[in-house]
């Protein structure tokens, strides 16, 4: 069984795969019982931020996460996957700046891609 911390590198290898940008992985456990990480990216149009959603419940899967729920695909300004421990956000860039999550979990930990 694979441990949070190596399932949100999972997370962030597929979204990387998929040329996702300005991924940000904010680690929340300790400010929240929400999850333990908040991977947050963007896409450059619906398109891609549906193809990267699409390829991070495909590996998460394949590596033995189910997603629990998901909401925006449809639209893909805002995409959710919710994986319990591990939420994942793939923004377009516009409602990333609009929502702003990294300024809302500032009291969580930034950390870097190599510390998972």
Known sequence: MKTVKELARIAVDALEDKKAEDIHI???S???TLADYFIIANGTNRS???TLADHVEEVLGRAGLPLKQTEGYESANWILMDYRDIVVHIFDKENRLFYDLDRIWRDG???ER???
């Open 109 to 111: 930990k930034l950390i």
């Open 30 to 32: 300790e400010v929240s």
């Open 48 to 50: 891609q931020i549906q």
């Open 114 to 116: 190599d510390a998972l």
């Open 26 to 28: 904010i680690d929340i």
